[in-house]
């Protein structure tokens, strides 16, 4: 087991930095998604929506918003898998170290 144990860490380390960059990315978007609605909604008003709810209608429904919003559901699914790779080692991990301390407190039982 010590060899998955030393597979486990090194997945673990491999992963840490792909789940920081998922996860700087999906903040950006995040943030940018914002900003994006914000310049669409100007785009509107410059073509004759004069009430905020009638630019931001307009905005939420512009190619560009939309483009966004998709690239916000990609970042946010590679974030989500990378998450979820680093809980499934740690869990492996986890179960090792239990396995490990019963092996330790069957040999004490026996007087191994």
């Given at each position: 087991m010590e060899t998955r144990t030393e597979?486990?860490?090194s997945e673990f380390r491999d992963l840490i930095?792909?789940?920081a960059e998922a996860k700087a990315n999906l903040v950006?978007?995040?943030e940018f998604k914002k900003?994006?609605?914000a310049m669409c909604m100007n785009v509107a008003e410059r073509n004759g929506?004069?009430?905020i709810a009638s630019q931001?209608?307009?905005a939420r429904i512009n190619p560009d918003y939309l483009q966004v919003l998709d690239a916000l559901k990609e970042a946010t699914n590679k974030e989500a898998r990378f998450?979820?790779?680093i809980k499934k080692v740690e869990y492996e991990i986890e179960i090792w170290r239990s396995q490990q301390a019963n092996n330790r407190l069957e040999r004490k039982a026996y007087g191994a």
């Amino acid at each position: 087991m010590e060899t998955r144990t030393e597979e486990l860490l090194s997945e673990f380390r491999d992963l840490i930095p792909q789940y920081a960059e998922a996860k700087a990315n999906l903040v950006y978007v995040e943030e940018f998604k914002k900003s994006k609605l914000a310049m669409c909604m100007n785009v509107a008003e410059r073509n004759g929506c004069k009430t905020i709810a009638s630019q931001e209608k307009e905005a939420r429904i512009n190619p560009d918003y939309l483009q966004v919003l998709d690239a916000l559901k990609e970042a946010t699914n590679k974030e989500a898998r990378f998450r979820f790779l680093i809980k499934k080692v740690e869990y492996e991990i986890e179960i090792w170290r239990s396995q490990q301390a019963n092996n330790r407190l069957e040999r004490k039982a026996y007087g191994a």
